[in-house]
């Protein structure tokens, strides 16, 4: 499995970013979002699942960051609305063939990361 993670950049703080995952290889059934700070532990932000659609959220996400999936396409994105500084990060998607969790260490196969930086 290959995971290919891009669309970040610089944002001003309000702004919007879509993040995209392209995946390649035998298909997994859960997708998550991460982030990783400089200083900060990698930590769960959005999950989505390819066949049902579920999604979970982290709380500091929610109701501003929508994660969606393109089976066809085999991509998954990450919308980021309301942004704000504390958000900017690494960013990286990940797979794993069980249910969406929020342990890194519960999914075996990652992308590099995408850099975002949301400035004030």
């Known amino acids: 499995v290959q995971l290919q993670a891009s669309g970040g950049g610089l944002v001003q703080a309000g702004g919007s970013l879509r993040l995209s995952c392209a995946t390649s290889?035998?298909?997994?059934?859960?997708m998550g979002w991460f982030r990783q700070a400089p200083g900060k532990q990698r930590e769960f932000v959005a999950g989505?699942?390819?066949?049902?659609?579920?999604?979970v959220y982290a709380d500091s996400v929610k109701g501003r960051f929508i994660v969606s999936r393109d089976k066809a396409a085999r991509t998954v994105y990450l919308q980021m609305n309301s942004l704000k500084p504390e958000d900017t990060a690494d960013y990286y998607c990940?797979?794993?063939?069980?249910?969406?969790?929020?342990?890194?260490?519960?999914?075996?196969?990652w992308g590099q990361g995408t850099q975002v930086t949301v400035s004030s």
């Open positions: 990940a797979t794993r063939s069980g249910d969406i969790t929020s342990k890194t260490s519960d999914y075996p196969y």
């Open positions: 290889g035998r298909a997994n059934y859960a």
């Open positions: 989505i699942t390819w066949n049902w659609d579920t999604t």
